[in-house]
């Protein structure tokens, strides 16, 4: 089992949708969430992070993280086509001394307007 | 505007040859970290670095790549003797780290490197 796994996706939405990305992690140590947006040929950028149970907004952006059930989401209300891109999960755990990043594969993300 | 910088950004050798990146963290960031993105593989920590110490570097083949940082502005990635396989993207990351405590790592741009 992957230390975070992710559906690869692409999953996609219209423009104006709720575009639903989930993430499960297997260290139920873990501490820290983090969701990066990665578009093609750039590098990751962090959109949100969550430590805490329950929901987190800035923006159109939610995150949404459940420790009982081990698994982190994020929510984007009114997708537009410039949110097409890889959406990368990211978690700090007991795993590794709470010292290191364990990224999921990503999911592609396609808004299409 | 604080960033992580990265050079060079683009790489094109041939395999037997050496391959040097480097990054310049954010100042101010104890801590750096090497990742190498592959289609196949996703993106994978490499190594790296706490107040310049080596903490881990289990995911890099020793036998060829080596990870150093000579002072608090500058970290180096080589690969010695390169092969096609290398053929990625490695990206360095810097972030703060303050007891057990870890902040969010921000990524430089990223060395594309094509090893013939």
């Known amino acids: 089992q992957k230390e975070v796994e992710q559906n690869s996706g692409p999953l996609s939405v219209p423009e104006g949708a709720i575009a639903s990305l989930n993430c499960t992690y297997s260290?139920?140590?873990?501490?820290?969430f983090f969701w990066y947006r990665q578009y093609s040929g750039k590098s990751p950028e962090l959109i949100m992070f969550?430590?805490?149970?329950g929901d987190k907004e800035d923006g159109r952006f939610t995150a949404q993280l459940n420790k009982a059930s081990q698994y982190v989401s994020l929510l984007i209300r009114d997708s537009q086509p410039s949110d097409s891109a890889t959406y990368l999960c990211?978690?700090?755990?007991?795993?590794?001394?709470?010292?290191?990043?364990?990224f999921g594969t990503g999911t592609r993300l396609l808004v299409s307007p | 505007d604080a960033r992580v910088t990265q050079t060079p950004r683009h790489k094109v050798t041939e395999m037997g040859q050496e391959v040097t990146m480097r990054c310049q963290p954010i100042?101010?960031?104890?801590?750096v970290f090497w990742y190498r993105q592959t289609m196949m593989q996703g993106l994978e920590l490499l190594a790296y670095?706490?107040?310049?110490?080596?903490?881990?570097d289990s995911g890099m083949p020793k036998d060829r790549f080596s990870a150093e940082m000579p002072d608090a502005t500058l970290a180096t990635l080589k690969i010695q003797p390169s092969e096609p396989r290398d053929s990625a993207v490695y990206f360095c990351?810097?972030?703060?780290?303050?007891?057990?405590?870890?902040?969010?790592?921000?990524f430089g741009p990223g060395t594309r490197l094509t090893v013939l």
């Open positions: 670095f706490r107040n310049r110490a080596p903490l881990d």
């Open positions: 990351a810097s972030g703060l780290v303050r007891g057990t405590s870890t902040d969010t790592q921000y």
């Open positions: 969550i430590y805490s149970n």
């Open positions: 990211a978690v700090i755990g007991r795993n590794t001394g709470f010292q290191k990043l364990v």
């Open positions: 260290d139920r140590g873990s501490q820290s």
């Open positions: 100042l101010g960031h104890n801590t």
